[in-house]
């Protein structure tokens, strides 16, 4: 298994840092920070959520912090900017959005499990300009072009 080391800097001393649920698992579950509090999150709105958490990711990475399965499929909370992407020269804490689309308010406990966090490596593109592009079989078809199925 490849490993890459990421330094993190908390800014609490109790903060929880992301963390695998399973061996296989891609994503890193990224925990709220709101010791003493509940964030409510109104029908309709999008709340931000502390991690306590500052991150140095490597040059040519960034992360990706998407939704976690269980809070979108069974409350309707998500990332609004899903994924969010965190680039490699950003240093503040990492927060995350979250967007109640669910029928009543949610409720953000302390330490809840909000998002995951997943590291990408990053590729540069060097544009090249031209005059034509090759031709494909759906060439400019767009939206819903190939048919509904």
């Known amino acids: 298994m490849n490993f890459i080391q990421i330094q993190i800097k908390t800014l609490f001393s109790d903060v929880i840092l992301p963390t ?59 990332i609004p900017n899903s994924p969010a992407t965190i680039d490699s020269d950003y240093r503040g804490e990492i927060l995350v959005a979250l967007f109640n689309l669910g029928d009543s308010e949610f409720v953000i406990e302390h330490g809840m499990r909000v998002a995951q966090l997943v590291l990408r490596k990053s590729i540069h593109i060097e544009w090249k300009t031209v005059e034509e592009l090759s031709q494909t079989e759906r060439g400019k078809g767009g939206f819903g072009s190939t048919g509904k199925l």
């Open 20 to 78: 695998k649920q399973t061996s296989g698992a891609a994503g890193y579950d990224v925990y709220s920070y709101n010791p003493g509090k509940t964030i409510v999150i109104p029908k309709n709105s999008v709340e931000f959520v502390h991690t306590g958490f500052i991150l140095e990711i490597p040059g040519g990475y960034d992360v990706e912090i998407r939704p976690r399965s269980g809070l979108s499929t069974k409350y309707k909370v998500i």
